[in-house]
Structure formats: C-alpha cells, structure tokens
C-alpha cells in the first residue's frame, strides 16, 4: 500500500492543536521514553508509536528499531530492521510529524554482540543523561537492545524502568491459551537477551506476560469506528491490519471479530499515569521477586532478587479512549 502524506507537518512536541488553556508552552514534559519495537512486525506497534507520540506530558526521546529473528513469518527479507524503519518513516509522514529520531538495531541476536548499536547507544547517553526526569524504555518485541546497553554500560540499570510486553503466562497465575506456542513471541526473538536482561543485570523490570497483553482486545466495530475518525492516520493504520487479516486469511479463515493491539499498554504504564502521586493507579500489578530464564525462555523463581512489577490487568477504558481520542484530534487539525 502506499502510504499518503501529511497535508502539514509539526515539529514533535508542539501540540499545534491545542488552544493557549490546554498547552502551555515552554513547559517541561514530566517523562521521558524510549520507544523500543520490532516495526517489521504485527502492526499493533504502529499503533503504540502514534499514540505516544501524541500523549501529553510525555516526551519520546527516541525510536528504537529492534530485530525479528530469522525464523519469524514478518521477516521475508531477513533485513528486519531496515523493513521496521521503512514504517516508521512512514508512518511519521502520515502523520505529519517532524524531529523524531529513529534509531537502528542490530539484525542479528545479542549472542552475535560485539558493541554497542545506535539503538543501544541512544538507551545509553538517555540513561546517564543530567535530567531528574523518570526514563520508561518501553519494549514490545525482543529485548536484544536492552542488553545490549546494559552490558555496554551497567550503570544504566539504576536510571531507568524496562516496560516489557513479553514473557509467558506464569504458572499458577494464568492457563496458557489453546494452541499457543510455549515460548511467547518477544520471547522467542530474542531468548538470550531476555536471560542476560533478568538473569545478569539488576535492571528494573515492569512486565506484561502474555495473558495480560493479550486482554487489549478492541473489536473491529470499534477500531474501524474510531480510524474512520482520524482521516489519514486512521486510514493507514486500519489497512495495515486489513493487510493482516489478508495474509491469514488462507490459515486461519475469517480472523474474527476483535484485534489484540497488545503493544498499547506500553502507552497506558509509561504516559497515562496519575496526576498527583504518578504512577498507573487504574491497573493492577502484583511486586514479586524478579524471575530468572532458562536457557528454553521459561521462568525460574529464586527469592533473593530485585523486585518486580508483574501486572495483572490494565485499564483498557483510558487507554483506548485516549488512543482514539488523540488520532482524531490530530487529524482534525491536520485536514482543517
């Protein structure tokens, strides 16, 4: 499909949409995230990067493109990350928006690590940065960049919150759906990274296991509703899910009636938090100690380690109504 083009653009942080009462200018965003995701993949990702880019009080100091591995149904061309730049430059165009920085990954797994990447690099120079600001490095897919700062700095792992959407379902807590591979899909990109991520650093870690992503389910009545209403963007984002339901149609038949956008919780945990005390008081999460990885991706339970936020329900309602919310703004303004 080719993607149409913005009829103006704006500089990223500018809000031109808002009247003088509802953004002020010069004020200071209260966040600062990175946005870590494999964009040669499902297109729930392309979603997840327009929405915090439009987000309020939440500055994005940057665009991670991560890998798929090899194996991966998305990765025909085995260039993963120059295919998830190619989207993310297009989708910006759509979207209008200028002074967005992207940042390329490494196509390989952390195993084949020899240094650090651009990507791994920016979570880096982010990280030591002289700013008091919380940093949230949200990651839908592999966790090979991560690492790869980490290991190339470690100091970073008291500076920064990981946000992942990855991991299985946890034994006692949730059934693992029928049909479902054992090793969940970020995951399975990336086994070794996510183990030196919890087995080798003290990083602190926010995750989203498989059952609680998976509960971003959002109806095409709605989906279709609510890009109906956001003119270009709305229009790109829905035939990139459009070409998915296509593209498994021949294996699964009729994809049903609803979508997982399961990378938008990465929005709703890092840039809709609270007020007054911030923080993601409309969800649910327990503290447990922070798990280890076998060398298969499974989980392991020591009791000496760093605590952790495992989340067991996120608040679909603000996250969704924002979502749609602010692609319709954005549009309205753009096609006045």
């Known amino acids: 499909m080719t993607a149409p083009t913005a009829p103006k653009t704006w500089a990223y942080g500018s809000f031109p949409w808002l009247g003088p009462d509802e953004h002020i200018p010069g004020t200071r965003p209260r966040t600062r995230v990175i946005v870590d995701n494999d964009f040669a993949g499902d297109p729930d990702d392309l979603f997840q990067l327009a929405h915090h880019l439009l987000v309020e009080g939440t500055e994005v100091r940057g665009v991670v493109v991560s890998r798929l591995n090899e194996d991966n149904a998305w990765n025909s061309t085995g260039a993963s990350v120059a295919t998830g730049r190619e989207n993310v430059e297009e989708l910006l165009a759509v979207m209008g928006v200028t002074g967005v920085g992207v940042h390329d990954g490494d196509d390989r ?5 020899d240094g650090p990447t651009d990507a791994s690099r920016l979570i880096v120079n982010e990280a030591m940065a002289d700013d008091e600001r919380p940093l949230y ?62 087995n080798d ?38 035939g990139r899910l459009n070409l998915v339901r296509r593209m498994i149609a021949p294996f699964v038949g009729h994809a049903g ?21 911030p923080d993601t008081a409309s969800s649910a999460y327990d503290v447990v100690p922070r798990v280890a990885l076998a060398a298969d991706g499974t989980y392991r339970y020591p009791q000496d380690t760093r605590p952790m936020r495992l989340y067991t329900r996120i608040d679909n309602t603000i996250l969704f109504d924002d979502m749609f919310a602010s692609f319709e703004a954005l549009s309205t303004w753009l096609e006045a």
């Open 109 to 113: 797994g952390f195993a084949a690590y």
């Open 137 to 198: 490095v949200v990651t839908g897919g592999g966790l090979g960049e991560v690492a790869r700062a980490l290991k190339a700095e470690p100091a970073i792992a008291e500076r920064m919150i990981l946000i992942w959407i990855g991991g299985s379902e946890h034994p006692g807590r949730a059934w693992v759906p029928d049909g479902a591979t054992v090793l969940e899909y970020n995951m399975a990109i990336d086994v070794p990274a996510a183990m030196y991520v919890f």
């Open 201 to 238: 650093t003290d990083v602190r870690v926010w995750q989203m296991p498989r059952d609680v992503y998976r509960s971003s389910q959002v109806p095409f009545t709605v989906i279709r509703r609510g890009c109906r209403r956001a003119g270009a963007l709305g229009e790109y984002l829905l």
């Open 257 to 277: 009636a609803t979508y997982v956008l399961g990378d938008q919780p990465l929005v709703l945990l890092s840039s809709l938090q609270t007020t007054f005390e």
